[in-house]
């Protein structure tokens, strides 16, 4: 018997029993759901961290020049803490050194923030990201303004109370009012309205929008940096190369200004998307290293249902098989017959799988901040999986089933 | 006289039951020439369903030999011995063991299957079966969708569509009323005249009075062995 044969005798007799060879196939299809839906989901935060999340925190194409890290994944240990805080810390004289030397075409924003409370009349938006930076970083962070402007060279020059307020900050303040032009008050000391930003959106549910963005020169830096401190320089550049180039350009820069000899380490940190994306990469290694044990419980139960199944048909269908070795089909046709059987029934249920974890994964990506992508390499291997966990539970029924005397099979009823 | 199409010579059968051994066959010697139409009769406990086993190459005897068709089959393999069924053999059952959820014409592709043949050229071959039995018309029937004869009608077109060397038959009209039994009977006898070898198990007198020569088994051995107007006088 040829194998399409099986594969077609197959398919009729799983029609002949719709629910009953849909409940035996429930298993690998919660499998395989769960394998869709998982890879989905680590595949598409994967892809989010990468747009959106290191870019919206730092800006495409950045880096930024720091005193120390800022994100760092697991624990670090506290002697190299303690030494990240005895560095010196980024002035505005790095800043402009570093502006100088590099030859590479770069876009350079400085940049202090802390978390204040806006106000504006008896109202008071709390924990809102105060930034005190230049024009550029506007365009670093990619920011459109809905209304207004942004601040310009000469307001940063004079140091002018000037605010761009995100749109957390107008929706809790200023609800129905055209801001612009409005007072608002930052650590007691007022400030104008002259731009608002579009919407952000939101990063796993928190907010991109609670910030207020002023001239790192205003009277209230103060509250943000000590004078001529920095938090960080950022560093934009046209493309994924040019900003490696910059990045060598400004270490060594940094180098010179530190007056560090070749074998000193650098008492100044880097940071790019990737150191962001660090801590993330951990934990989506470990959801798909631990995904498939999760998963194979469910395949190995499922194998089990399908494999008690097709003993059951076996049992049931002895006539059948007698009737068939009557007419001269011999063991490995019996085989072939029940193990594809078992195959196409568990290759079915993948395929469920595959349409129930893509729905899955789109209605997971609806209702909660997770976002998610379907990977190609997940539908291949959950077919694959699918088919093979059905050759496996098949081939002791159908060799139970091939092993018959036509004799005894014939006269079951 | 030429080749006969089985010849069997001192066919022994036992079978052990628990801790005794029945003796079903005790050496039976028997030459069937081809065309010929055999009524193998006997008791119960007479060894015919035995001797229909081993002459089916469904079961192979203790000892003896048995020649089909120029091929001694008796110490094949299993899967040897499936070929011989599917190349040489067409059976024709008393509860017909037609596939209850397979048309008329997919039980009577089924040998075809298993020889091998696909395609068009198989269902051609099992739509031309059902017509040679008068059912071309039933061909998309399912077995519950048939009445008795015509169930035993695919039956016969299933047996017949691999051309084999000998139709057995085991009680083929047992299932069926007296009517029905004399259609089947027809069926049988225009198979013989177009030249089938016939084979035929069963209990019935006047069923096994349509074949030319019957074969009466007692006690695992052959008692009587001579053409039906002997039988019949």
């Known amino acids: ?141 990619d920011y459109k303004l809905v209304a207004g402007r942004p601040f310009t060279v000469q307001e940063v020059r004079a140091g002018m109370p000037v605010v761009v307020i995100g749109q957390a900050v107008a929706e809790k303040l200023l609800v129905g009012v055209d801001p612009i032009g409005k007072d608002v008050r930052i650590g007691g000391l007022p400030y104008r309205i002259i731009g608002l930003v579009e919407p952000q959106g939101s990063l796993f549910g928190l907010s991109l929008d609670k910030f207020a963005i002023i001239p790192y020169t205003a009277p209230g830096r103060r509250m943000i940096c000590p004078i001529n401190v920095l938090d960080h320089l950022m560093i934009q550049a046209d493309n994924p190369a040019l900003m490696v180039t910059a990045m060598g350009e400004v270490e060594a820069a940094m180098r010179t200004r530190r007056h560090l000899k070749p074998g000193d380490e650098n008492n100044f940190h880097l940071e790019t998307s990737a150191s962001a994306l660090e801590g993330w990469k951990k934990v989506s290694k470990i959801l798909i290293t631990f995904l498939p044990m999760l998963v194979s419980i469910s395949l190995i139960v499922g194998g089990i249902v399908i494999m008690n199944i097709m003993l059951m048909a076996v049992a049931e269908r002895t006539r059948e098989i007698g009737i068939r070795k009557a007419l001269g089909a011999r063991r490995r046709d019996i085989l072939a017959q029940f193990v594809v059987e078992s195959a196409t029934l568990s290759a079915l249920g993948a395929l469920m799988g595959i349409g129930t974890g893509i729905v899955l994964a789109f209605v997971v990506r609806a209702v909660t901040p997770l976002p998610a992508a379907i990977a190609p390499w997940s539908i291949v291997l959950g077919v694959t999986v699918g088919v093979l966990v059905g050759v496996v539970a098949g081939v002791y029924p159908a060799n139970r089933a091939s092993k018959l005397d036509p004799i005894v099979a014939l006269r079951a009823e | ?216 088994l007692r006690d695992g051995r052959v008692e009587i062995d001579r053409l039906t107007r002997d039988v019949a006088a």
């Open chain 2, 1 to 216: 006289m030429s080749e006969p199409i089985i010849r069997i010579r001192d066919l022994v059968r036992h079978y052990v039951m628990g801790s005794e051994t029945v003796q079903a066959l005790r050496g039976v010697s028997l030459d069937i020439q081809r065309n010929e139409y055999v009524a193998i009769m006997g008791p119960s406990g007479s060894g015919k369903s035995t001797m229909m086993n081993v002459l089916g190459c469904l079961d192979t005897p203790t000892s003896g030999e048995y020649w089909l068709n120029g091929q001694e089959v008796s110490r094949l393999t299993d899967d040897a011995l499936a070929r011989v069924r599917n190349k040489e053999i067409g059976f024709v059952f008393q509860t017909f063991n037609l596939l209850p959820r397979a048309s008329a014409l997919h039980n009577v592709e089924l040998p075809l299957v298993y020889a091998g043949v696909g395609g068009k050229d198989r269902r051609d071959r099992a739509a031309q079966a059902l017509q040679i039995v008068g059912l071309a018309d039933r061909m998309h029937h399912r077995p519950n969708e048939l009445s008795g004869g015509q169930r035993q009608r695919v039956a016969i077109a299933r047996a017949l569509v691999n051309s084999p060397s000998i139709l057995l038959a085991d009680e083929p009209t047992g299932n069926l009323d007296s009517t029905t039994s004399e259609e089947i009977m027809g069926v049988f006898r225009e198979l013989h005249d177009k030249g089938q070898t016939v084979i035929m198990v069963t209990h019935e007198p006047d069923i096994a009075a349509h074949a030319a020569r019957v074969v009466v």
């Open chain 1, 1 to 141: 018997m040829r194998w399409f044969e099986a594969v077609r005798l197959a398919f009729r007799t799983i029609r002949a029993q719709k629910l009953k060879s849909f409940f035996s196939l429930v298993g690998v299809l919660i499998g395989v759901t769960f394998l869709i839906a998982v890879v989905s989901i680590v595949t598409g935060m994967n892809r989010y961290m990468e747009d959106r999340f290191a870019n919206g925190l730092i800006g495409l194409n950045t880096f930024l020049l720091r005193q120390r890290p800022n994100f760092t994944s697991g624990n670090v240990p506290e002697d190299v803490w303690r030494g990240w805080m005895r560095r010196p810390r980024i002035t505005y004289g790095d800043a402009d050194f570093v502006r100088e030397r590099v030859r590479t075409p770069v876009t350079y924003a400085k940049f202090c923030s802390d978390r204040v409370g806006v106000s504006y009349g008896s109202k008071t938006a709390k924990d809102m990201d105060l930034v005190g930076t230049e024009p550029s970083y506007f365009k670093i962070k």
